[in-house]
């Protein structure tokens, strides 16, 4: 069931390194995340979560972002979600959450985001 | 832990015959199943989409908040069931120790909350009502929910 319910792969746009999630990310899934994101180049200024294709997530879920943005803060990188998913949207918010990241409601809004 | 002692915690709740119930082991991978019988039953009970994704979410955190992080060899019951006004889901978990709180196995604290906060700040919002209780006699942690059903 794990590997039907969460797809995550990484692919670079204009050099930086974009790691997109689709499917469910609960408890179960949420290690796939965090292994993807823990093998992102560390020497990346920032690195983007896609999860336009992630139709749930929870506290766990938030749980690996939290730490992977951690991670990016220590080694001088930003770290950035593109949400276009009300209910991923709404989960951000109720955590509050969405002050922490910066947060696109598109992959190319984030692409392009200015330096 | 019968189902009818955990109906009997919600004062004046008057559960119709429809129960569902769902006994499963304790493994994150069998979740998913707890978020499917709330999806079926709340949309049954004509709630919206939205309400739907909330009481996903809110189930999930439920069910989190009530296994721990390490309750191996546990089985989790869930019973769905409603009455004019409300959803509800209960759910029990055994064996379970007092120490086997939830943890995301990430951070220890996220946005100035510890997880178990992260996920009743969740469930605050989006349920009407919940709730968790520990049981050391019988090593049970039971937990609910209730959303109130949409006007006809």
Known sequence: ?115 | VTSDALMGSAPGYQATDDRVELSMPVSPELFALARMLVSLVASRLGFDYEDICDLRLAVDELVSLCTGSRANGARITLWSSHDADMLRIDCAVCPVTPSQTKTTGEVEVIAGLAPVQLSERVLDVLADGHGTRFDAASMTRTGWLWKLRPPA
């Open chain 1, 1 to 115: 069931m794990t590997d039907e319910i969460l797809e995550v792969v990484t692919n670079f746009e204009n050099g930086v390194p974009v790691v997109s999630a689709g499917g469910e990310v609960d408890v179960s899934t949420a290690p796939r995340l965090r292994e993807q994101l823990a093998a992102v180049p560390v020497d990346a200024s920032r690195v983007i979560v896609d999860l336009s294709d992630v139709t749930f997530l929870d506290s766990t879920g938030l749980g690996v972002l939290v730490a992977a943005w951690k991670k990016c803060r220590e080694a001088g990188a930003d770290l950035d979600l593109v949400v276009t998913r009300p209910q991923v949207a709404k989960v951000l918010e109720i955590t509050r959450l969405d002050d922490m990241f910066n947060v696109f409601s598109s992959l190319e809004e984030a692409v392009s985001r200015d330096k």
